[in-house]
């Protein structure tokens, strides 16, 4: 993973830190980079009653102590080998961690998951969700509990027969998927989720279920060969990676799969909707992150331009 040289880590007291903290350093020490130690004060409730130098005091005072809390953490497991920065800032967190993405020039977020409870539980909160959808680089959020290193990865690839651009995607994430892999001495599982477009379509409009069959079958042996093209351009074959052609939904399927496999880290890329350049996560990588229960890092196609802005 040599491609990641200017690592961004985001620290928060409230959250478990010590599976990121641990992958952040590592992979800055395997890679010979920088690594930024960055933690983001919301600000406190009520300061808006005191007078605005009152105000001030209070907040240098909780940043002062919020970076003795970081100079802490590197106490307790020395980087004397690498070269680490830290900040803290006062903002809403995900804004504050994609500006100081634009300001520095990081090619890689990490975060803790925030792991949501409740009637709908998930491991990704608003933060991570935020990021996901609008940091310019590739975020990495580690699921607290994964001390350990990665068993399996499974990569989730969609080699499109009818658009290039999404397709210019589907190399970086093997890329980096088997670059995680030999780094974690990990299984590499590569699943490619198709359907027939419009199917439900063809069966109501009175094509018999000969032709609607022949018309999946010609569908799936074009996915194979863009699935097969691709993963003869990337080199992976070393890993002798577990390949999946599914027909379905990649809502459902990929999630399936990867707690089935018992997955430790998915990584994916976050395609925009049309028409809203830059702006949200599509809806099929939305509603898989929503499901699953493992770390996962997450690409951007080419020319992703974030609507976060330095101002």
């Known amino acids: ?61 909780a940043i002062a102590e919020r970076r003795e809390w ?7 497991s020395p980087q004397d080998d690498i070269d680490v920065v830290v900040n803290v800032v006062e903002g809403i967190p995900f804004l ?23 009637v709908r539980a998930r491991v990704f909160g608003a933060t991570s969700m935020h990021l996901m959808r609008k940091c310019p680089c590739p975020v990495w959020v580690v699921k607290r509990a994964q001390t350990r290193p990665y068993a399996r990865i499974l990569a989730a690839v969609d080699p499109s027969v009818y658009d290039p651009k999404r397709d210019s995607l589907n190399p970086q994430i093997l890329q980096l998927a088997g670059s995680m892999a030999r780094k974690e001495a990990a299984e ?25 069959q ?5 569908e799936k042996e074009q996915h194979k060969q863009h699935f097969d093209t691709l993963l003869n351009r990337v080199g992976v074959t070393d890993l002798k990676p577990h390949l999946y052609l599914i027909e379905g939904d990649p809502d459902k399927y990929i999630p399936e ?13 976050s395609v925009c909707r049309t028409g809203i350049a830059g702006f949200l996560i599509g809806n099929t990588a939305e509603e898989v992150l929503n499901q699953v229960d493992c ?17």
């Open 96 to 118: 504050e961690i994609i500006r100081q993405v634009l300001h520095e020039q990081h090619d890689l977020v990490i975060t803790t998951a925030e792991e949501i409870k409740g």
């Open 188 to 212: 590499l599982h590569i699943v490619h989720v198709w359907k027939l477009f419009g199917e439900p379509f063809l069966h109501s409009s009175g094509m018999s279920e000969k032709d609607v």
């Open 214 to 218: 022949e018309a999946k079958d010609y």
């Open 1 to 61: 993973m040599q491609r990641f040289k200017n690592i961004l880590l985001v620290l928060n007291p409230e959250v478990q830190e010590a599976a990121a903290l641990d992958k952040a350093v590592t992979l800055t020490r395997q890679n010979g980079g920088r690594l930024t130690l960055l933690s983001v004060l919301k600000k406190p409730p009520g300061i808006q009653g005191y007078s605005e130098s009152v105000a001030q005091d209070q907040l240098a005072s």
């Open 257 to 269: 799969l990867a707690m089935e496999l018992d997955i430790d880290l998915l990584v994916m890329g």
């Open 295 to 311: 770390s996962v890092l997450t690409l951007k196609p080419k020319g992703f331009v974030t609507p976060v802005t330095l101002e």
């Open 70 to 76: 970081l100079r802490g953490l590197l106490i307790s």
